[in-house]
């Protein structure tokens, strides 16, 4: 028989098969997969394996139809039939076998304790081989700002404790390491962080009341000409439409917005966890406190309180450093930026509600119950 022509029906019948080899499945160190050849016409068969296309090394005696192998890293793998009565061996295309690393073990940081505020930046490793994810083990009221940024922002709460678990995984396993974190106890005049979006805001003690010290600004920028709707989004104005305005003066609410839509006096609203919005009596607690008499802090829709005003604004003995933002008026103008400043409390009066009014002009404090809860006025928060 011509030499040249069994080669050929050699290459012909043989067909090199390796059937675990998916591209969708993972193969991990150490497995156990089994190739396998479909028969042959005749000659010796040799399982071969290499690091790279050249390198080939034996690793099975001849005759043999299957191979069980266990690598430990990624290779190539063909099998070499060599027949006496052939001119040269035959070779199956190479089939390359990838083996994927084991995660790389997880660092989650050093312990981080007495951290004054309510927010840190964490210290997990760079993932090489699979993904990090960031989870809460324990602790109350912590939020990721992003569960697989190994450097991520959390907030928490003022003295409380929480474990944070760094986990690593792929298809071949995963690795995890713990870090424990401590917020000192919030203490009046220590900056506040409003774990909801990491805003900061200094805070004030004015008589037995802890207040912010700046206007709140949370939530999503809507245009002036919308109404702020329940809708499980905070929504707020900016004045002249421009988030410059927030940054500064902070946000503007309707009445319903801030009080996300209950009707209950000191409800914590649209405040941090801790934090409420304070009522018309708890404005007066604070005014009487600058030295306000009761009679002047009862009497309504009119200014009262010689230099109470002038306390209350930025640059004034309080520490409260109202800014005068002005307001979003009910035909959705904005007006009197830098001239007036509004403040919500959250006591309804009638089909309106009670609010606080500063002036530019004017050393004395407002309280009115004339405008509808469509007006976007500033909010200020007060501590539990």
């Known amino acids: 028989m011509n030499k040249n022509i069994k080669y050929i029906i050699l290459v012909t019948f043989l067909l090199f098969s390796l059937n675990p080899f998916l591209n969708a499945q993972t193969y991990c160190a150490g497995d156990s997969i089994l190739l396998n050849a479909q028969a042959y016409i005749s000659g010796d068969v040799q399982w071969q394996n290499s690091s790279d296309h050249v390198i080939w090394t034996n690793i099975q005696g001849a005759n043999a139809l299957t191979c069980m192998i266990y690598p430990v890293s990624s290779a190539y793998y063909r099998i070499l039939i060599t027949d006496s009565n052939c001119l040269s061996p035959y070779s199956s295309n190479a089939q390359y076998i990838f083996i994927t690393p084991e995660p790389t073990a997880a660092y989650a940081g050093i312990d981080q304790t007495n951290i004054q505020g309510s927010a840190t930046t964490l210290n997990g490793n760079t993932a090489i081989y699979g993904v990090g994810t960031?989870?809460?083990?324990?602790?109350i009221g912590?939020?990721?700002?992003?569960?697989h940024d190994p450097q991520s922002?959390?907030?928490?709460?003022s003295g409380?404790?929480?474990?944070l678990q760094w986990t690593i995984e792929n298809g071949c396993g995963s690795t995890s390491d713990a870090v424990s974190i401590n917020f000192a106890l919030f203490t009046c005049g220590n900056l506040l962080t409003d774990i909801r979006d990491g805003q900061l805001y200094p805070t004030v003690l004015i008589g037995s009341q802890c207040w912010m010290a700046k206007n709140l600004n949370i939530g999503q920028q809507i245009s002036g000409t919308l109404a702020q709707s329940n809708n499980l989004i905070i929504e707020k104005y900016c004045y002249g439409d421009t988030i410059g305005s927030c940054n500064l003066y902070g946000g503007m609410y309707q009445w319903d917005e801030m009080m996300q839509y209950s009707s209950t006096e000191s409800i914590q609203g649209i405040c941090?966890?801790?934090?409420?919005?304070?009522?018309d009596n708890e404005w007066k607690v604070l005014e009487m406190a600058?030295?306000?008499t009761q009679t002047e802090a009862d009497m309504g829709n009119t200014w009262r309180g010689a230099n109470v005003g002038t306390a209350l604004k930025a640059g004034g003995s309080s520490g409260f450093n109202a800014l005068l933002g002005g307001g979003r008026w009910s035909n959705a103008a904005f007006m009197y930026v830098n001239q007036m400043g509004y403040f919500w409390t959250s006591?309804?009066?009638?089909?309106?509600?009670w609010r606080r009014c500063l002036s530019a002009t004017d050393h004395l404090v407002g309280r009115w119950d004339s405008f509808s809860k469509i007006f976007g006025f500033s909010v200020r928060c007060l501590k539990n």
């Open 160 to 163: 409380n404790s929480y474990v």
């Open 142 to 147: 912590g939020i990721i700002n992003d569960i």
């Open 347 to 353: 006591t309804q009066s009638g089909s309106n509600a």
């Open 272 to 279: 941090p966890e801790g934090w409420h919005l304070p009522s």
């Open 153 to 157: 922002s959390f907030s928490g709460i």
């Open 134 to 139: 960031w989870s809460i083990i324990s602790g």
């Open 290 to 292: 600058l030295g306000m």
